[in-house]
């Protein structure tokens, strides 16, 4: 199991970037992936971007060529670099890690994220 807590969302103009952190409580060089998610009001969660152990990337439809998803192993930290941002991108986003393929889902607060003009 690990504790993730996010930071860097906020309010932001359409076309705007932001982005967000996800700071793990222990060594993330061994997790087996780790991902966001975001949860828009009146909508399920849904899976933004995930990043594997070995470095494997995987993208929403709704946000490829703008989001780019990356760990820093150095730092215990996984990034959500957000450009181009939409108004349809106004979410909660979730930092999610899974330790190994068997182990349960552990999941950050969340932070939010608003684009307006």
């Known amino acids: 199991q690990v504790q993730l807590v996010e930071s860097g969302g906020g309010l932001v103009q359409p076309g705007g970037s932001l982005r967000l952190s996800c700071a793990a409580s222990?060594?993330?060089?061994?997790?087996?992936?780790m991902g966001w998610y975001r949860q828009a009001p009146g909508k399920q969660r849904e899976l933004v971007a995930f990043?594997?152990?070995?470095?494997?990337?995987n993208y929403a439809d709704s946000v490829k060529g703008r989001f780019t998803i990356s760990r820093d192993n150095a730092e215990n930290t996984v990034y959500l670099q957000m450009n181009s941002l939409k108004p349809e991108d106004t979410a909660v986003y979730y930092c999610?890690?899974?330790?190994?393929?068997?182990?349960?889902?552990?999941w950050g607060q969340g932070t939010q994220v608003t684009v307006s003009s």
């Open positions: 999610n890690a899974r330790v190994t393929i068997l182990s349960q889902n552990d």
């Open positions: 222990k060594s993330i060089f061994s997790i087996y992936v």
């Open positions: 990043v594997t152990r070995g470095g494997s990337t």
